[in-house]
């Protein structure tokens, strides 16, 4: 008996989207909202200028993309994260090449290949998370073309249902809504001076206050602190039985969470949202210095990459709890034993209440219910997620062209050499 023919790649467009909320930029929010305009340091902090919103030094610049990707049968993968333009561009004028007429099943094939060749001006940050958004479309795509959930396609369900905390600036409000811990963000970092020590201090007793000794707190420093700042904070909030202290240094800062484990052994602390591949993460996971590691689906190589990862982690016993990424952590995180609970990223502008991760961008996206979530309501093909009619989406063709010049063939750099002749109004 024959193999079933399986569909190819037929075409590959990408979109940029028309204002605010809606996509995989979490901080392209309208002002006001939280994630922006509330006290929240970072890494830019040290700066006066800077200070008030994170967008005055360009938090959302970027901006969505979305990638969606056709099959000869008329199947069609759809995904959204961050990049904007720049990540168009990256699809475009470079990654197509691998992807056009492939089969979309060879996904570690088609990741190597771009990892490959964007490694000259990649490895981490833009070019990653544009590879990020390509994978989760093509899982998608495949889903769509098998009639199966992703979870299904990457070992199944390992439970029932999965369980979030919240990301939120209201502690209350998440255990109120039924989640079952919430993370909240610090507000000021080293260069508040001794000032800002205390008020940071103050700020977590009073939300330790709030939610009471026991229930599950956790505190977001976004790269903002140092070795010793974040060994006095954390000591002198020892008493708050702070569940765990996340990104508190810089992301390449492998020694500096050594410092903090030799320093705190009995806190906890997480990072990796920031850090980017299998290898960014293996020095994280090797050092065994973290509690918990924390990769974004939308960025760190798509799922095709994090699997990777999580099989490293697994190695060490080090639990995997992704940062955010809506229902591309949802399938992933249910899949996998070494996941204990998932993420959900207050999006509603007060962080009080629950609304979908991606904005108006789908018609169906699951969130959670009372901190929690069915994995049933995950059984649909791919994602699971309808793209909305309405989606505010531009199509980037219409961005991409004319294009500037682009690079001469070598054909065309032969026929140069030997004749002399002038190429784009530039002679030899």
Not at 112 to 139: C, E, H, N
Not at 248 to 277: N, S
Request: with cysteine.
């Amino acid at each position: 008996m024959s193999v079933k023919e399986f569909p190819t790649i037929k075409s590959i467009r990408t979109f940029i989207t028309d204002g605010a909320g809606s996509g995989g930029d979490y901080h392209n929010v309208e002002g006001g909202h939280w994630l922006i305009d509330s006290p929240i340091a970072t890494p830019m902090s040290k700066f006066a200028a800077y200070k008030t919103s994170r967008t005055s030094w360009g938090i959302n610049v970027l901006g969505s993309f979305c990638v969606e990707i056709t099959a000869t049968d008329g199947t069609t993968g759809f995904a959204t994260g961050f990049g904007g333009p720049p990540a168009c561009w990256i699809v475009s004028q470079h990654l197509e090449r691998f992807l056009l007429g492939a089969d979309p099943r060879n996904l570690n094939l088609l990741w190597d290949q771009m990892f490959r060749a964007t490694m000259f001006y990649g490895r981490k940050g833009l070019p990653i998370a544009t590879i990020s958004v390509v994978d989760l479309a093509l899982w998608d795509l495949l889903g769509k073309i098998r009639n199966e959930p992703v979870y299904k396609m990457i070992g199944g369900a390992t439970r029932e249902t999965l369980d979030f905390y919240c990301t939120t600036p209201e502690p209350v409000a998440a255990k109120e809504m039924g989640f079952f811990g919430a993370k909240v963000p610090l507000p000021y970092g080293p260069d508040d001076g001794h000032v800002g020590l205390k008020k940071n201090i103050e700020f977590l007793r009073k939300h330790r206050e709030s939610v009471g000794p026991d229930f599950p707190l956790m505190v977001d420093c976004y790269m903002a602190l140092t070795v010793p700042y974040t060994i006095q904070l954390a000591t002198a909030c020892l008493d708050l039985n702070i569940n765990w202290w996340e990104e508190v240094l810089h992301p390449d800062d492998f020694d500096g969470f050594k410092q903090l484990k030799q320093a705190l052994p009995q806190l906890k602390f997480t990072t990796g949202e920031h850090e980017y591949t299998k290898y960014g993460f293996r020095k994280l996971i090797e050092g065994r210095n973290l509690d918990i590691v924390q990769p974004d689906v939308m960025w760190v190589g798509g799922l095709t990459e994090l699997l990777k990862v999580t099989a490293m982690a697994a190695a060490y016993d080090i639990p995997v709890v992704p940062h955010a990424s809506g229902p591309y952590s949802y399938h992933y995180v249910v899949s996998q034993s070494n996941c204990p609970f998932q993420e959900y990223l207050a999006n509603s502008p007060d962080g009080k209440s629950v609304m979908p991760v991606f904005g108006d961008m789908f018609l169906d996206e699951p969130i959670p219910v009372n901190g929690k979530m069915a994995v049933s309501v995950l059984d649909k093909p791919g994602f699971g997620m309808t793209l909305n009619p309405r989606a505010r989406l531009i199509d980037a063709a219409g961005i991409l062209s004319p294009s500037p010049e682009r690079p001469l063939s070598v054909k065309k750099e032969q026929e140069v050499k030997t004749n002399g002749q002038a190429t784009n109004g530039v002679s030899k």
